[in-house]
């Protein structure tokens, strides 16, 4: 199935957003989350991953396996290694050890006895996998448009003037083209974090990575954001998701990963926060839900 990204401006646009009244038509390829399966195309593939730091081992053998249009869901208790195991995906963190494919190339160190056919570079891995950011990592003499069209111009190598009529498209995918001009300092901290997400967007990505979206909000602002996070998930993006947000993660999470001291501890599909059975997931289930 086929889901026009549109949506996403339909759910969130303001109608200052549009004045043309015209619909945005490029489309997005992927199941849509109704059909994501576990037997679809896998996009990330970790084996084995461990990553110390300094004489600290913080990852221990870590796997997951993402497929396309699906939403994979982390959480686990602080210092349990979520974010440093989603920084190896774009290798923002490398690891000592293990594998990091992504569309069946490697990125990683690979597994003793594998063979490897295609291995790529951070630059390469990085036009695949788009990242959202705690503290959103706007530059702040940067408006939200010129935000966006330098991530274009510096990844993509877009002219001027294509990059910022792409960036214009995905601030009105987020709800946001009327603030295209204002600067991150003038915008509150959920639009701020709507105009990374758009940012990762406008690349094109097929992977998503949100390491947790909305812990720097104020609470009331934490909506916004997960709006917008929620009609990204329905138009069939490819989505890894670190969050305390466990209703959220609940509700989006097609495939749902607890880590504890730098292992997946447990991992289940649907229903998992009903079904799962360790003990130390479930204490860690009742402490926060
Ligand atoms: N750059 C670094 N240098 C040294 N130690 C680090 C570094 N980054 C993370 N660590 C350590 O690695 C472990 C895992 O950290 P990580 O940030 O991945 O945890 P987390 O599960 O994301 O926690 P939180 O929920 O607080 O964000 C922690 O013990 C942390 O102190
Ligand atoms: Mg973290």
């Not at 991530?151 to 009327?178: D, F, I, T």
């Not at 749902?256 to 003990?279: I, K, Q, T, W, Y």
């Amino acid at each position: 199935m086929k889901v026009h990204h549109a949506d996403i401006t339909t759910a969130m646009r303001t109608p200052a957003d549009s004045p043309s009244g015209q619909e945005p038509s490029s489309e997005v390829n992927g199941a849509s989350s109704g059909d994501a399966g576990r037997e679809s195309r896998l996009v990330v593939e970790l084996k084995g991953i461990r990553k110390s730091f300094g004489s600290v081992e913080v990852l221990h053998g870590v796997d997951l396996e993402v497929h396309a249009g699906e939403h994979v869901v982390i959480f686990g208790p602080s210092g349990s290694g979520k974010s440093t195991l989603l920084r190896t995906i774009n290798l923002l963190e490398e690891p000592n050890a293990g594998s990091v494919r992504v569309l069946g190339v490697e990125y990683g160190p690979g597994v003793p006895g594998e063979r490897v056919e295609k291995r790529g570079g951070p630059l390469q891995l990085r036009r695949h996998v788009g990242m959202v950011f705690q503290q959103f990592n706007l530059f702040p003499h940067l408006s939200a448009l010129h935000n966006i069209a330098l991530a274009l111009r510096s990844v993509r190598g877009l002219g001027r003037r294509a990059a910022e009529e792409k960036a214009a498209h995905s601030l009105r995918q987020v709800g946001l083209l009327r603030f295209a001009a204002h600067y991150p300092g003038e915008l509150s901290g959920g639009q701020q974090q709507r105009v990374a997400i758009a940012r990762a967007l406008s690349l094109d990505p097929e992977v998503m990575l949100f390491d947790e979206p909305t812990s720097a909000l104020d609470p009331e602002l934490v909506g916004e954001v997960l709006a917008v996070m929620r009609v990204l998930a329905e138009s069939g993006m490819t989505m890894v998701i670190v969050t305390h947000e466990l209703n959220f993660a609940r509700e989006i999470g097609d495939f749902n990963v607890f880590m504890d001291e730098g292992l997946v501890v447990e991992s289940g599909p649907r229903g998992f926060f009903e079904s799962c059975s360790n003990a130390r997931t479930r204490q860690f289930m009742e402490a926060v839900l």
